[in-house]
């Protein structure tokens, strides 16, 4: 009997994000990554439904770069 493989969240990310690239259709990036096509579709409908959520990390833990100290800069609520 063949074990079933894990993936980590990390590598579901990449794999979604890379997707909405759309430098790739589905079936490449399954083939590309040894995953099944709908296991793709399934991770993008779970990251379209938590997109609120992922936005909020994105927002936390993206690299910022630092200002001079008289440059004052508002960053935009999204």
Known sequence: MKKRR????KFEMKVVLE???EEKDL?????EHEIAR???RNWRKE????ASN???L???FLPV???KKSTIYQFPIL
């Open 47 to 50: 990251f379209l439904a938590n």
């Open 58 to 60: 994105m927002i936390f």
């Open 65 to 67: 770069a630092l200002l």
């Open 27 to 31: 079936n490449q990036l399954a083939i």
């Open 19 to 21: 997707f909405f690239r």
């Open 38 to 40: 709908n296991m793709l």
């Open 6 to 9: 894990n993936f980590t969240l």
């Open 54 to 56: 992922v936005r909020m």
